[in-house]
């Protein structure tokens, strides 16, 4: 493959994948706004949080893969790639353990002033009766929103100083994650106002997007406990930065951030923040991956993609439709021959119904094949009779699709 690193990924990752075979331009100064212009001639882009917006989809002549390196894709305009074809994947969970890592850094430092304490020694001030006064993490209650795989890190690192967590009870959490969950001692809220007001810190760790956008709010800080401290290392959108500047002033909370609303990408640039410049708050660059461990991670996790996409394994991509979209599911069993499965979908085709997904697996010996296709519309005995008369077609199954059930779950 063609491939354009529009951000800095490690070198090993660069030479591994040259070593395969692909042909890989890095150009980490390129902008958002200059990768229309640049990505015609590339069949995959792979970034850090350069964003990729609308324009690069249609600019774009033979793209067919996004990787995010790195775990958040509300950077990328997914539905302009869908749009197109164009898979975006991400790289979940590799670089989890360095943004857990730096929540407890920003606990720390917000509950000991340490950033003001080193300023001032550093300025030739010693001052052990301003500084001496932390209340301390022991015993502490923290609330966990999102309970991902940062989440999870953060809940069992919070757990090792004292630190009780809980999080809210939520609708279609997989059994891994509470069992999890539960294994690290996380107890359980009904709702998030009883969450916020039993908890003295409040973490971070959802995805950003229209569920989640100033998901913390005026009303939400305002169920905080008084002096409680708000955590943020997933995305600036998830607060409304108005809001939180109001409750800061008032003196009501504290708060660690890794992330802001309108913050620069990577790179050197001179940026002002009133929520970042608070002095209430101890901020970090939106260095929660920055990790050598991390990026050696997620690199390797790039590499994975790349290779699983080149050998047809669509891996982490987060713009399928997972949801059967067909109401059946044809299974053909047949001689692996030239022509079968072109003949099986012009039946298909001439009743008039739409192919949702397929899939075609050879048996050992490649004498036989069996094909499974999801179809959109109504089946009928005439097509299916129709299917059976074909030449090299040795059977034909017909099962009706649960619209509720996920894909691949049958
Ligand atoms: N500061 C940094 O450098 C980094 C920030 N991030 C941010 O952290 C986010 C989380 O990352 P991961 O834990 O790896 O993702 P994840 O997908 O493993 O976890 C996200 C969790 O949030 C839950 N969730 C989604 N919507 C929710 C809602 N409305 N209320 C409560 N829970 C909700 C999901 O069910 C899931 O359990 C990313 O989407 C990204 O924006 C990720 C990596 C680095
Ligand atoms: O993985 C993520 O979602 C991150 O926010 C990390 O972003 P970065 O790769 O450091 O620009």
């Known amino acids: 493959m063609r491939l354009l690193f529009a951000d800095r990924l490690s070198e ?3 030479s591994e994948l040259e070593a395969r075979g692909h042909e890989c331009v890095v150009e980490p100064g390129l902008s958002a706004d200059d990768l229309a212009g640049r990505i015609t001639g590339f069949d995959g882009l792979v970034v850090r949080s350069t964003k990729v917006r609308r324009p690069v989809f249609e600019a774009a002549d033979r793209l067919s893969l996004v990787v995010r390196a790195g775990a958040g894709t509300n950077t990328i305009d997914t539905d302009a790639a869908a749009e197109r074809g164009v898979f975006v994947c991400n790289v979940p969970g590799r670089n989890a353990a360095a943004v857990a890592e730096l929540t407890l850094g920003l606990l720390l430092a917000v509950d000991r002033r340490i950033a003001d304490n080193v300023a001032d020694l550093r300025a030739g001030r010693w001052d052990k009766d301003r500084y001496g006064k932390a209340e301390g993490l022991l015993g502490s209650t923290m609330a966990i929103l999102g309970l991902g795989s940062i989440g999870l890190l953060v809940a069992e690192r919070a757990a090792a100083f004292g630190i009780r ?3 809210q009870t939520r609708p279609g959490r997989s059994a891994q994650t509470v069992a999890r969950a539960e294994e690290l001692g996380v107890t359980w809220c009904d709702s998030l106002g009883e969450l ?3 908890s003295d810190v409040v973490s971070l760790h959802v995805p950003a997007g229209p569920d989640t956008e100033h998901l913390v709010d005026a009303a939400f800080l305002a169920q905080m406990k008084d002096g409680a401290v708000l955590l943020n290392t997933s995305r600036g959108d998830v607060v409304d930065e108005e809001a939180l500047l109001a409750a800061l002033d008032a003196g009501r909370v504290r708060a660690g951030l890794d992330v802001y609303a309108d913050e620069p ?11 970042a410049q608070h002095p209430a708050v101890v901020g970090t660059h939106h260095i ?7 990026q050696r991670a997620i ?8 290779e699983a996409f080149t050998h047809g394994e669509v891996r982490h991509c987060v713009n399928l439709d997972h949801s059967r979209l067909g109401s059946f599911t044809l299974t053909i069993r047949h001689h692996d021959r030239v022509g079968v499965l072109a003949q099986v979908l012009d039946q ?9 997904h397929m899939e075609n697996r050879v048996f050992r010996g490649g004498q036989a094949a069996v094909a499974s296709i999801d179809v959109a519309g109504e089946s009928s005995d005439v097509l299916v009779e129709a299917l059976r008369a074909l030449p090299h077609v040795l059977s034909v199954a017909e099962v009706t699709l649960d619209p509720a059930s996920p894909a691949g779950s049958a």
């Open 288 to 294: 929660g991956a920055s990790t050598a461990q991390a």
């Open 196 to 198: 916020l007001a039993t």
């Open 348 to 356: 298909v085709s001439s009743a008039g119904l739409n192919v949702e």
């Open 265 to 275: 990408g990577s790179g050197q640039t001179a940026w002002t923040s009133k929520v």
């Open 12 to 14: 090993q990752t660069l």
């Open 165 to 167: 967590v809980q999080a």
């Open 299 to 306: 690199a390797q996790g790039v590499t994975e993609i790349v």
